[in-house]
């Protein structure tokens, strides 16, 4: 089992960057796939991007890729999202998720995942 803790967001300008961070507590850290989500109000919960636990494969949605980074320290138990040019219509909670030894790849459905954070708000303003 593992625990999720995200931190880092905040109120920004459009044009703007935030750098999430998301901290997992137990040992097996690196068998997880882990993925970031984001969640608006009335809105599904939409997929953001992924890193694979064999490898550190990387994916995107087409929304972000080019501006977000996704990137993992499985020494600190950590995963990042760097998030650049922030666009006003990305105001939304963001989520960190962990999916134990994924089999496909890669992993962009909420029901695949494990384990989620509580999630951390990032507002951008126009």
């Known amino acids: 089992q593992v625990q999720l803790v995200e931190s880092g967001g905040g109120l920004v300008q459009a044009g703007g960057s935030l750098r999430l961070s998301c901290a997992a507590s137990?040992?097996?850290?690196?068998?997880?796939?882990m993925g970031w989500f984001r969640q608006a109000p009335g809105l599904e919960r939409e997929f953001v991007a992924a890193?694979?636990?064999?490898?550190?494969?990387?994916f995107y949605a087409d929304s972000v890729k080019g501006r977000f980074t996704i990137s993992r320290d499985n020494a600190k138990n950590t995963v990042t999202l760097q998030m650049n040019r922030l666009k006003h219509e990305e105001t939304a909670v963001y989520y960190c998720?962990?999916?134990?030894?994924?089999?496909?790849?890669?992993?962009?459905?909420?029901?695949?995942?494990?384990?989620w954070g509580q999630g951390t708000q990032v507002t951008v303003s126009s």
């Open positions: 998720a962990a999916d134990f030894e994924s089999v496909g790849w890669p992993v962009t459905k909420a029901s695949e995942y494990d384990y």
């Open positions: 137990g040992r097996t850290f690196s068998r997880y796939a």
């Open positions: 890193i694979s636990w064999i490898g550190g494969s990387t």
